[in-house]
């Protein structure tokens, strides 16, 4: 089945929601990693099970937090969701020149995701605007726009083992979004940054939930990503990822 016109822009939309909560909280956009759970409910890319031996060298996150103007990453995808229908794509992330925003002298990063099925094809683009200190200030999509509760964001580095609470959210629409993360061992000098992301309303009914997690090297270059969005009620999961 092709899913066309609105519906594929409303698909897409939920892949967004998911993907620009990171730049709320620094970040430069990217996606999710998820795999069934093991024994210890650890997701995808999980401590050693020893539970001992030294986290290693902090990582720095720049590549998620920089405000210099140019392309901060881009990769070709492909996507999958739980209709059996497949896409193929690109993301695209860069900051753009300082403009002025409410008074404020901001950074604007745009995140742009292009999904293809058969002759249908549709980008979303999101804009994110950033203070001289790497705050975001403003985050707007097409049917969304947010500000954060209290300024916030990723660490500039991180050792295996990190963890914290990112600010909430609010949106128009009366939407929270809510989220943490997480840094775990991804194997071969690598480190995984695992961002959980929980969208409700204003009922405090939960919309979505989301898993992202950026794989960087040592030298804090993006190696690759997956993300895995599920729409609560309708139980719609997209999977988008690296290839």
Known sequence: ???????????????FA??????????????????????????????DDDGGGDPGPSVSLAALTSTTPGLLYT?????????D????????????????????????????????????SDTLRETSYFDDSG?????????????VSSTDKLPES????DSGILSSLTCNNSIIQTSNWDVLDAGEGDIALVISITTKNQLDVT?????????????????????????TASGYELTVQSI
Do not use: H, W
Request: glycine letters at 10%; hydrophobic letters at 40%; proline letters at 2%.
């Open 18 to 47: 998911v993907l620009f909560t990171v730049n709320a909280c620094g970040g430069a956009g990217g996606s999710s990693f998820d795999s069934a759970d093991d024994s210890s409910g650890c997701s995808f890319f999980c401590p």
């Open 85 to 120: 229908v497949t896409y193929t794509g690109n993301v695209a992330v860069a900051n753009f020149v300082q403009t002025e925003l409410d008074g404020v002298l901001v950074t604007p990063r745009e995140t742009a995701i292009t999904l293809t099925n058969g002759s249908n």
């Open 207 to 231: 919309l979505s939930t989301e898993t992202t997690t950026f794989t960087l090297d040592a030298g804090g270059v993006i190696v690759s990503f997956k993300s895995v969005i599920t729409q």
């Open 75 to 83: 990769s070709a995808v492909e996507a999958n969701d739980t209709n």
């Open 1 to 15: 089945m092709i899913i066309q016109g609105a519906e594929l822009i409303s698909r897409l939309a939920v892949f």
């Open 135 to 147: 705050f975001l200030v403003y985050r707007e999509t097409p049917s969304l726009a947010c500000t």
């Open 158 to 161: 991180v050792s295996i083992g």
